[in-house]
């Protein structure tokens, strides 16, 4: 999976939660187990599977900060940037009902460093499901580092 030392907490606090089942639910997690280090970076969306769209329920102050605004209760295609991609991110991890990692590389200007940056955002999607099968939910983290160049 290729998933970093600082996200892979959360990623064994979920297959404990799930136990014997593909998933866990909701109900199975509980924010207080989840690392407090963890925290800022989470994000938990609702799967709406008609028309197919994402809606974050929870936003941490790290992807709030990220962002530049607090989107929770907002819809993942609402963004201003990047929507797209993460809205695919999203998307096949239902499409393929698995835990996913993903990796980016991005190139942004920093305006008090008078120079740009590189950041690298490292993803973590983890599945929920209500009803054992169908996903009903998502439970992220997000980690941004970066690097001048």
């Known amino acids: 999976m290729g998933l970093s030392e600082e996200l892979r907490p959360l990623y064994l606090y979920w297959v404990a939660a799930r136990g014997e089942k593909l998933m ?3 109900a199975d997690i509980d924010h207080v187990m989840i690392p ?19 809606r974050y329920r929870v936003m941490g102050t790290a992807i ?3 962002l530049g605004k607090d989107w929770t209760g907002r819809f993942v295609d609402e963004l201003p ?7 695919e991110q999203y998307s096949k991890t239902i499409k393929d009902g698995v835990s996913v990692v993903y990796v980016h590389d991005s190139k942004l200007y920093d305006p008090n460093l008078i120079q740009h940056k590189l950041v690298r955002y490292e993803r973590l999607l983890l599945p ?18 970066s690097t001048n160049w």
């Open 24 to 26: 866990p639910s909701r």
């Open 64 to 66: 709030t900060a990220m």
């Open 36 to 54: 407090p280090q963890l925290l800022p970076h989470i994000v938990l969306l609702d799967v709406l599977r008609s028309p197919g769209r994402f």
């Open 81 to 87: 940037k990047s929507s797209r991609s993460v809205n």
């Open 128 to 145: 929920l499901s209500q009803d054992g099968n169908a996903i009903s939910m998502l439970l992220g983290a997000t980690l941004a580092k």
